[in-house]
């Protein structure tokens, strides 16, 4: 198999376990930064918002240069700051309400 269609294999098989695990959304870029970046993965919550680009990352862990786990380390790492992110938003709109 070359590495250009284990990428994509591993991109879907990962885009698919961040959709049914975290409720991130796929899209497809219609103008990309790069090629890479044709596949997105979007996640959205309250004033937190997370990008992923899938095939990108594959490449990377084809060229053992990352490992899926390392990204979704980093994911977890990010949704647990979600309450204390949603705190500070609401906690900052309170106290500029209260100053009007």
Do not use: C, W
């Amino acid at each position: 198999m070359e590495q250009e269609q284990a990428a994509f294999i591993l991109a879907y098989a990962f885009s698919d376990y961040l959709i049914k695990q975290y409720g991130f959304v796929l899209y497809t870029d219609k103008e990309p930064q790069s090629p890479l970046r044709k596949m997105t993965l979007k996640f959205h919550q309250d004033t937190v918002y997370l990008s992923v680009y899938p095939l990108e990352y594959a490449f990377k862990v084809l060229n053992f240069e990352s490992r899926f786990t390392a990204l979704e380390q980093t994911i977890q790492g990010q949704m647990k700051g979600i309450p204390e992110l949603k705190k500070a938003v609401h906690d900052f709109v309170d106290n500029k309400n209260q100053g009007q």
